[in-house]
C-alpha cells in the first residue's frame, strides 16, 4: 500500500508499506478520508519528537476491512470514525482526571503509524461508528475536540462574554463556530483580511485585520468599544509571540487568556507580572483532546450546528501530500483533506 512516512526533520515522503495485519483487539481500516493537522506540521519541522520512520495522520475515518482475534467479526464493513488518542487510566494525571496530560499517552500518527495510508491498525475501543455522520464530518472528529477541550478550560458553554480569538486559521474559525453556535459574542483579528472576513461569515460579529508585527493602538480602541471596555476571554490560536503578548495588552480585569496554538519550541513571551496582578488575569493553555470531549464532539457534529464544509479544501491524494506538509503547497487557509488512492492498493487477505 502506498503511504506518507515521517523520518527525520524536513523528510517525508510518499512510500510503499505493507497492508498490516491487525492483532488481538484490532481492526484492520481501510483509510477513506484522513484530515492533515497543524501538528502534522510541526512534527515534519522538527518541533515534536516523534519516533520514526512514522506514517503520520490521527485526523482520520474509514471502513473496517477485518478484525483480530477478541474482535467481533460484526465490525466488518462498518464505516467509522477514530479517537487517536489512547490514555493509560492509571498515571497520576489520569488518576487526576486530566488525561489530556496522561504520562503514557498514545496516539496513531505519533507512538503509532497513522492515516496517512491506505490502511491502518485502529484498536476497536477508538473507533466511533458514524450511523449516519456524514464521513468528511467525521475527519473533524478530533481536531473539534481539541478545541472543546480547550474551551472547557475558559468555562465551556459557561465562557464569559464577549470572547477574542487571535489567528482565524482553520482552527481559529472552528473556535469562532463553536462560540457563535453557543450563543457567544465573539471577534476575531487576523493579519489575512480573506480570513477576517470568512470568520465574519460563520459567526463572528466583528473582526479587525492586525499588522504581524508592529503598533496596534487603533485596533486596541476598537476592540475596547465593542467589548463595553473589557474583554473576558482572549483565545491564541496562533502560537505566535506576539499575538500572545498583544492579548495580555487587550485583556480586561479578571479576564482569562487561553494558549491553543502550537508554538516553536525557541519561542519565547515577554509577560508584565504587574500588568498580571493589578488586573488578576489568568493564563491557560489547552494542549490535546480528552474522552469526554471526544464525545462531545461527536454530539456536536451530530446537532449540524457547524458548516464544516466551509473549512475544508477539496481531498488531495498521498502523492501530492508531501508537498503540503513540507509547505511547499498551501490549501489556501483551508484544511488539507487526504483521499487515500485506493484503486490500485494492494488488497488485504483473507
Known amino acids: 500500500m502506498q503511504s506518507v512516512t515521517y523520518f527525520l526533520p524536513g523528510e517525508v515522503r510518499l512510500t510503499r508499506a505493507q497492508i498490516p495485519v491487525p492483532g488481538d483487539g484490532e481492526v484492520l481500516l481501510k483509510v477513506l478520508l484522513a484530515g492533515m493537522c497543524t501538528t502534522d506540521r510541526h512534527i515534519v519541522q522538527g518541533h515534536f519528537t516523534v519516533p520514526s520512520p512514522r506514517i503520520l495522520g490521527h485526523e482520520l475515518a ?32 489520569c488518576r487526576q482526571g486530566q488525561p489530556q496530560l496522561c504520562q503514557n499517552f498514545e496516539c496513531l500518527g505519533n507512538t503509532h503509524d497513522g492515516g496517512f495510508a491506505g490502511y491502518t491498525i485502529v484498536r476497536v475501543e477508538q473507533l466511533v461508528p458514524l450511523d449516519g455522520l456524514p464521513l468528511l464530518d467525521a475527519v473533524w472528529l478530533e481536531p473539534l475536540a481539541c478545541v472543546l477541550q480547550a474551551l472547557e478550560q475558559l468555562g465551556g458553554r459557561d465562557t464569559p462574554d464577549p470572547v477574542l480569538v487571535s489567528g482565524a486559521g ?11 453556535a453557543w450563543g457567544k459574542q465573539v471577534a476575531v483579528v487576523d493579519p489575512n483580511p480573506d480570513r477576517v472576513d470568512a470568520a465574519q461569515a460563520m459567526g463572528a460579529q466583528a473582526g479587525w485585520v492586525v499588522p504581524r508585527t508592529g503598533p496596534v493602538s487603533d485596533i486596541a480602541s ?10 473576558a476571554a482572549l483565545i491564541d490560536t496562533t502560537g505566535q509571540p506576539v499575538s500572545i503578548e498583544r492579548l495580555l495588552d487587550w485583556a480586561g480585569p479578571r479576564a482569562r487568556v487561553l494558549l491553543f496554538g502550537v508554538s516553536s519550541p525557541s519561542a519565547h513571551i ?11 488575569l489568568t493564563i491557560l493553555a489547552s ?12 454530539t456536536l457534529l451530530c446537532s449540524c450546528q457547524l458548516d464544516l464544509s466551509a473549512l475544508s479544501a477539496p481531498p488531495v491524494s498521498l502523492e501530492e501530500l ?17 483521499s487515500p488512492d485506493s484503486a490500485g492498493q494492494d488488497q488485504p487477505h483473507d
Do not use: H
Request: aromatic content about 8%; charged content about 10%; proline content about 8%.
Open 62 to 93: 474509514g471502513v473496517v476491512q477485518a478484525t483480530g482475534p477478541g474482535v467481533s467479526p460484526d465490525w466488518t464493513g462498518k464505516t467509522c470514525g477514530v479517537m487517536p488518542a489512547r490514555f493509560c487510566g492509571t498515571c497520576s494525571m
Open 170 to 180: 482553520v482552527l481559529g474559525r472552528l473556535m469562532v463556530q463553536v462560540l457563535a
Open 222 to 231: 476598537a476592540l475596547q468599544a465593542w467589548a463595553g471596555g473589557s474583554i
Open 270 to 280: 515577554t509577560i508584565s507580572p504587574q500588568k498580571l496582578f493589578t488586573r488578576e
Open 287 to 298: 494542549s490535546g483532546m480528552t474522552p469526554a470531549s471526544f464525545t462531545a464532539a461527536y
Open 322 to 338: 508531501p508537498d503540503y506538509l513540507l509547505g511547499k503547497r498551501s490549501p489556501n487557509g483551508l484544511k488539507v483533506i487526504v
